[in-house]
């Protein structure tokens, strides 16, 4: 899986591996490490969806200062968007199967460190 997450624009660590174990999910809320689904989400290629059981602290922290509504996520040390929730539309997998995790982070504003085999 990964071993860190960092923010695109300040390089800084955002998600480190004590943190991401269990935390990602794909479109149809299956763990990651999962077999995947026959559902090839777009939302998926663009999009790592978090498990909002196990987010880090300062995620909470942003979605409880927005009521569990609706917001962005941004950095915490630059500021830069780096992802969105949303508890209140519920929207659908493009499959029209399931409904989409509600937290996501945007592949292209964060860098994906590997962990090394």
């Known amino acids: ?5 960092k923010c695109k624009k ?16 794909n479109a ?3 763990p990651v490490a999962s077999p995947p ?12 969806f978090l498990n ?5 602290h300062w995620i909470i922290l942003r979605i409880e200062a927005e009521k569990w509504s ?7 040390y630059c500021d830069s968007k780096i992802g969105s929730f949303d508890f209140v539309s519920g929207l659908k ?8 995790p509600p937290v996501h982070v945007i ?3 964060i860098d994906l460190i590997r962990e090394s085999t």
């Open 1 to 5: 899986m990964y071993r860190d997450i």
């Open 10 to 25: 300040c390089r800084k660590s955002i998600l480190n591996e004590g943190q991401t174990k269990d935390l990602f999910l």
């Open 28 to 30: 149809h809320s299956s």
């Open 37 to 48: 689904e026959e559902c090839a989400s777009v939302q998926e290629q663009s999009n790592i």
């Open 52 to 56: 909002e059981e196990l987010l880090p």
């Open 70 to 76: 609706r917001g962005k996520l941004n950095c915490p």
């Open 93 to 100: 997998c493009s499959c029209s199967s399931n409904f989409l």
């Open 107 to 109: 592949k292209s504003k």
